[in-house]
């Protein structure tokens, strides 16, 4: 069993930076990929970015070159660094986990976070 917190969201302007957290319970931490997604409302949950145990990355076409997903397994924790945000960076921000070797788009994840809510105003 992992349990998946996650912590630092809040409300920024347009341009700033914030950095998400996500602490992880477990041993196999380093094992999982982990994965962030994130829920605007009224809008379908997206996928955000990927770290593979691998540390091979992936990101969606809207946060390449902004966003920065890493992970620390000695601390069991992933983070996503959100950079130049924007107001449609908008949304409930959550981490995952899945017992995947590599990252693919219908990968079924094994635990959740709560979320987190980032809000960017213009």
């Known amino acids: 069993q992992v349990q998946l917190v996650e912590s630092g969201g809040g409300l920024v302007q347009a341009g700033d930076s914030l950095r998400l957290s996500c602490a992880a319970s477990?041993?196999?931490?380093?094992?999982?990929?982990m994965s962030w997604f994130r829920q605007a409302p009224g809008k379908e949950r997206e996928f955000v970015a990927t770290i593979t145990r691998f540390a091979t990355l992936s990101y969606a076409d809207s946060v390449k070159g902004r966003f920065t997903i890493s992970r620390d397994n000695a601390k069991n924790t992933v983070y996503l660094q959100m950079n130049s945000l924007k107001p449609e960076d908008t949304a409930v921000y959550y981490c995952?986990?899945?017992?995947?070797?590599?990252?693919?788009?219908?990968?079924?994840?094994?635990?959740w976070g709560q979320g987190t809510q980032v809000t960017v105003s213009s």
């Open positions: 477990g041993r196999t931490f380093s094992r999982y990929l």
């Open positions: 995952a986990a899945a017992q995947a070797a590599y990252h693919d788009p219908l990968i079924e994840y094994d635990y």
